[in-house]
């Protein structure tokens, strides 16, 4: 599948904590910094998203803040 995104990152998943409308996924990345996202949880249900599995996290952001103190 292509996409427009350029930020693809690949990880794996230390935790998927849901409630019953949201997901919470967080996954970690090669050198160790995690990223986490936020979906629904029918979306993580339909990916049968569970911890230890390698995944990509896709990024199309519009916005990316920068801030320096």
């Given at each position: 599948m292509a996409?427009?995104?350029r930020n693809n990152l690949s990880g794996t998943i230390r935790s998927v904590t849901t409630d019953e409308v949201m997901?919470?996924?967080v996954i970690e990345l090669d050198g160790g910094e995690t990223v986490t996202s936020t979906i629904t949880?029918?979306?993580?249900?339909r990916l049968d998203l569970a911890e230890g599995d390698e995944v990509s996290a896709v990024i199309k952001a519009s916005e990316v803040m920068v801030d320096k103190d």
């Open positions: 996409l427009s995104a997901a919470e996924i949880r029918g979306s993580a249900d």
